[in-house]
Every structure is written in C-alpha cells, then in structure tokens.
C-alpha cells in the first residue's frame, strides 16, 4: 500500500504538470471563486496564498526591467534605431491610450450606468490623493540617487536611468562589454527566474480569486453592475476590435495567433490586477511569438510604465456615471478635456498604487464633478481592476509585437506557429 500511494500521486502530478500553464490558471480561477463563493469571508484566510504569489513577482519585477532594459539597449549599437523605437512607442501607447479613453465614453453614454441614481453632492472629501502634475512627473523621471529608486521601486526612474547606463555601455565600446556581459547572464538567470516563479500563478491566482469572490459576493456587484458591464464591454471591444484591427493593418498579421499567444499573460493580469507584476509573463509570451528580446526587453517595460490603454477607458465609463449619477450634463469641452487630461496623466501615475482611482480623482476634478464619486467607485474597483490590467497588458504585447514587425524583429514563422507547442 505504502508503495502505491506515491505511484498515484506521481500520476496525477505528471499529468497536472503536462497541463498547459494558462488551462492551469484558468482551473485554480475557477476552484477560486467556487471556494469564494462558498466560504465567504472567511475566504480571507486563504489571501496570503495570492499574497505570496504576488510579492514574488514584484521580487522580479525591478531587476527584470533594469537587467533586460540595459540588454535591449546595448543589444541594439544602433543608437538612431533606438530611438526609432522608443519613439514608436511612445506615440503608439498615448494615441491608443485615448483611443481607450473615447471608447469609454462612447460606452457610458450608449449604456447610461449612472441614470436614475439621482445622487446628492454632500461635499468634496479632501482626503483623496491628487495625481502629481505633468511638470512634476517631468521632473521626477530623473533620479536624484538611482540606488534609491531601484530599492523603492520607481519603475519610471530605472527605466531612465537604465536607457542611460545602456546608452553609456554602448559608447564606451569594448571597454563596455564585461559589463554588458554580466548583465546579460543577469538578465538569462532572470527570465529562469519568471519560469520557475510562473508555475506557481495556479496556486496564486486560486487564492486571489478565493478572496475576491467570499469578499465582495454577489450582493455587492448587483448595484453597480451596469457599470461592472460598461467597463467589460469597452474592454472587450477595445482589446478584440482596436487591437485586432492594428495588428491587421500595421502588422499584417493574424491576431488570433496573437491572442493565442498571449493567453498566459491575458490571464495573469486579469487575476494579479497588475501590469507591472504581470510583466514576466508578458516577456515570456512576447518572446514565444517570436518578438525578438531586444525589442520586448525594451518596448515592454516602458508600456508597463505609460500604457494605461484600460485604464483610460475605465476613467470615460466612470466619468460619465458619475455624471449621470448627480445629474450634470457635461458638454462636449467636458469630452474633450477628460480626454486629454485621461491620456496626459497616465504617464505620472502609471507608477502611482491605486493609479486607476487617482487618475479618476484627476478626471472628476478636472470637469468639475463631485469626488464622492471615487468612493462609490471605490467599492467595485478590484472588479474594474481585473479588465482595466487585461487592457493594459493586451496594449503592451500589441505594441511590441507591431513594432517588432515593422523593425523587421519578428519570426513570422515562429508568430504563425502552433501555440500549443510553445507551451512549457
């Protein structure tokens, strides 16, 4: 008896083990929110499960983006393609982020979430966090101590800093490659790292989900759901339709395949509701596609940074509630300023904890609607999270990708090829 039990249990571990890594996911999801839902609060005592798994992707998140930024840049002695690329992007991730944000508008006024409430402003709560200003985050993208912003994990900050110590390495020339070197065998011993940390997102995401759903419940969304709907129709829209038909016309490329591809960072980001934690897994997939690592080591990490495509669409659906809610008509300078205001703020506060919720504060504040409003929206914000990051990681992977493509960066054959024999 004795020896059979360990034959069972290596069985049923062998073919766990042979399961694709996102069927994986999908399955600790959905034992999730059954148990959630079955436990109910007391579902809280399962959170530190996803607690661990989180804290140990933001463990990788810093030295992944410092290592495989400077590994982008010197990989690229190009120093004018470099800046072709950077500039790319950077033009690709803000029009798509007010894109998102049009869209999201779009879709408060079709649904009207907020119609009917009849909501009374009692007042402005001076307690809400203010996004810092564009001169401010203009300011602040250099670091002061560079050894201070890795330790505190100013994303933006090592990103400038990496770009440099890059741009530096590459002039030096020969002087430079022991260092390069050593930063490439970082960067390899970090992407084993996601590997290794990856095959514990089941078990992680089984946790997180157990949390939300014995913590929020059902009765919880029912109020709210119109708006819980208007955010997941925009997001579906936004990820099926805009970035289906950009990867068609500026990629030409077939984005099932893509979609394909990138089914374990979709999920992911969807369960951790964080880009930045969520950035190993979109490396891996990027790097299965077929996108070459000097181009995803570079394009990612920055998007993870300024893309905030999902959370500029959330900001128009929550906009417009709010507005419908206390019963103030907003004009078309009103749309036209959430815009802007949505796109140019999500480069200072993408690094910012609770970005989504001090963006809406900046939006609302911007308009001139009432900042109760963030705290209605407060209670459904996890929900709203969960796409918003779906959003915002589908946007990163479809920016590399598109750009990969156009620098003549990407394996079509290996893009074209069966997922289902890139699984690990």
Known sequence: MSTQTPSVFSRAWSRWMAVPLWMQILIGMTLGIAVGVGLGESATYLKPIGTIFVNTIKMLIVPLVFCSLIVGVTSMQDTAKMGRIGFKSFVFYLGTTAFAMTIGLLVGHILQPGAGLDLVQSGVDETVKQAPSLMETLINIVPTNPVAALASGQILQVIVFAVALGIALVLIGERGQPAIKVFESLAEAMFKLTDMVMKLAPYGVFGLMAWVAGEYGLDMLLPLIKVIAAVYIGCVLHIVGFYSAALVLLGKLNPVHFFKGISNAIVVAY?????AGSLP???????????????????????TTINMDGTALYQGVTALFVAQAFGIDLTWVDYVTIILTGTLASIGTAGVPGAGLVMLTLVLTTVGLPLEGVAIIAGIDRILDMARTTVNVCGDLTATTIIARSENELNVQQYQADTSSKES
């Open 281 to 303: 897994a979109s490396m891996k997939c990027a790097n299965e596609l077929g996108v070459n690592k000097k181009i995803s080591s570079f394009v990612l990490p920055l998007g």
């Open 271 to 275: 369960t951790t509701s964080s880009s």
